[in-house]
């Protein structure tokens, strides 16, 4: 009866022997972080706009496909039930009401292992944490990249010095993009990373993921991600471990030096059957963030102070103490972020502008919208214009050749291009837009007979003979 129920209640060493057993990211441990701490999700300082970054020079010279986010959050907050027990009336329950076994016809070795148990329900500690976050990647298509990231978190607490931990990570993926219409976006990420954490076995994980971001606002975004954790004990092992699904809706709202984010995380952790399970017991878990930040400095945008409060509710495990209970968190810290994006995109974008010809405008007939008399003829001023003697021993004018425009309108074309390029860099317009479109082909021509002429210069030569019979 004494063992069972120490075991139960993980008190003194049972506890300690359970806790280390237990050790481990995402199950019943001897630390403080939580599976959101360490999963990569779409966390709100990700989503910021490429003009709220730094702009160092430095990132200006690198490649344009090289692409770069780092992070690194300071922080400080207040827990209150950091080893995660449930209610000490639930305890008492458990080990007295529920088994119908009042406290007192316990043994005192019962009684001692019970009264350790209940001393940890409900402890609060303050705890300090700074975590680092740099991914870097390159862009192989303006849609796809490949990247490789490193997180580091470290927390230290006041007071139960036992749960401190620090945590080491090395991942590689792929994503790609999909517009959707909307403005909305889809994305579509597969990572592979390796956790090692202090007094427990190193993790290997298999982590596809993907997110949908809907631009409901100039200034707001709201955003869903679908995440599966496929564990494994061994690095490139099979999924010995366990299996955790994460499901998070949130939204983030940005007014002016300020940014409003509320977020909430559903997880269900599948222990049960697998080998190398850390405990054989499954369990669920919801985590909600509410956060509010400024923009500290107005000349460092990626500065920000912050205030964040988070939720943690477990069930699922019938009260087992390290997974049962709700823990309430309050943190307050500085952040700050750093970013150079993939230009890919941008300069496909402007080479398929620039140097795609424009449309050729559409030929226009010359006798559009001119009168014609009564027998038909275009009220032309050659037409209706009397001659006079003075005009009869003048040249006549020697009309263009079809297609193709006078020595006058050519200089005036020249003198019009050279004025263009000289005063409009040759990046700025297309190559095609400085070539000038051929003259609209001159035709016809109608005789006093009646008849068309296709050539201007056979009017003169008809008009001749007429004079001299005159």
Known sequence: MALSLA???FASEAFAQGANNLGGV????????????????????????VGESFKLRLFQRLPSRFYMNATCETSGRIETNVFQFPTKRQILNSAT??????????????QIALGAAVDRASQADSVYRV?????????LTPNTRAFVNYFYLRDKLARFNTLNTFINQLGTGIEHNISLPK?????LQMMTRELWQANADPIFDYIPSTTISIPIKNNTIAYFNALAQFRSLNFFGGVNREIDPFFTIGALHQRGPWSFSANMTYLVNFRRGFRDASIDVNSQTIICDFEVAKQLFKKIPGFQGFIRAEPVYNFGTDNLPGLAGMDFRLFYGVRGAVSKPSLLLYTSQLKKRYQ?????PKQQDPNKGKK??????????SNSAPTTPADENKEPPKDDPVGGPSADSEQSVQGNLISQETSIPADVIPCSAAIPEATVPMHGFITESEKEVSDANLISGLARPKDNLN
């Open 183 to 187: 403005r909305a976006n889809l994305e």
């Open 26 to 49: 995402g199950g019943a441990s001897r630390s403080t972080v939580l599976p959101t701490d360490v999963v990569p999700l779409p966390l709100p300082e990700e989503r910021r706009a």
């Open 131 to 139: 975590s680092p976050n740099i991914t870097a990647g390159w862009s």
């Open 356 to 360: 795609d010809p424009p449309p050729k």
């Open 7 to 9: 075991t139960f209640l």
């Open 97 to 110: 009401y529920n088994r119908g076994v009042p406290f007192g016809a316990l043994s005192p070795d019962d």
């Open 372 to 381: 014609k008399d009564p027998k038909g003829n275009t009220s032309s001023p």
